[in-house]
């Protein structure tokens, strides 16, 4: 089936160290990836997304991700990470199927910043 | 624009009530969905609609219901509240089906079913 995985669900980092969050994905073809944001009590931001072209995608908030079609992964990162960042990060995978496009998303990585 | 909005923000519901979950959006999009969000979870898809007058279900829509007359409107219907259903609601929009878009997402409503 296809599916999006985001295997930690908590990373702990302290401020100014850099950050990586992995996002794995099970599709067949080239997929539509996103990464979405989500401070406490508020709604989704996009940070970035890949639909074709250059692997590496830069997105808002000094974030970027690498799409490695060999590994099936999307990854997120930031070379330095704010106290602002910690928040909820969410991949998500264009799903095609019945001639619909569905938004699939992953079960999200709650990020902590320490000082 | 005001973008992807969402009323109530947050609501307190008995069990077996019935309440509608109030989306629009002002950019024209024809697609619209309905996520719930759970610890743990991610989010999940309940309803989406691809244009007005067509709906069709997503990965968990028992205890849903949808329509869209309106371009603009999406309500998400609970027509007998269980405290399974308590959880947060998000609203989201994109342009069109068959090209990749960004999907935009309402704030989200805080829904306590007792």
């Not at chain 1, 989500?38 to 590496?56: A, E």
Request: net charge neutral; charged share 15%.
């Amino acid at each position: 089936a296809q599916s999006v995985t985001q295997p930690d669900i908590h990373i702990t980092v302290s401020e100014g160290a850099s950050l990586e969050l992995r996002c794995n994905y099970s599709y067949g073809a080239t997929p539509y990836l996103f990464w979405y944001v989500q401070s406490p009590g508020q709604g989704l931001q996009l940070l970035l997304k890949y639909f074709s072209g250059d692997t590496l995608v830069q997105g808002i908030k000094g974030f970027e991700a690498e799409f490695k079609r060999s590994q099936s992964s999307f990854n997120l990162r930031k070379p330095s990470v704010h106290w602002s960042d910690a928040a909820e990060y969410f991949c998500a995978v264009v799903l095609t199927q019945g001639g619909s496009e569905k938004l699939v998303f992953g079960k999200g990585t709650k990020l902590t910043v320490n000082p | 624009n005001a973008g992807v909005t969402q009323t109530p923000k947050f609501q307190v519901l008995k069990t077996g009530q019935s309440m509608t979950l109030q989306c629009a959006q002002d950019m024209n999009h024809e697609y619209m969905s309905w996520y719930r969000q759970d610890p743990g979870m991610g989010l999940r898809l309940i309803h989406y609609s691809v244009g007005a007058g067509i709906t069709d279900q997503g990965e968990v829509p028992n205890g849903y219901n949808v329509s869209r007359s309106t371009t603009e409107d999406f309500p998400l219907r609970l027509l007998s509240a269980a405290p399974s259903q308590t959880s947060v609601y998000f609203c989201a929009s994109r342009l069109s089906t068959g090209i990749p878009e960004t999907q935009y997402f309402g704030p989200g409503t805080r829904l306590l079913v007792l």
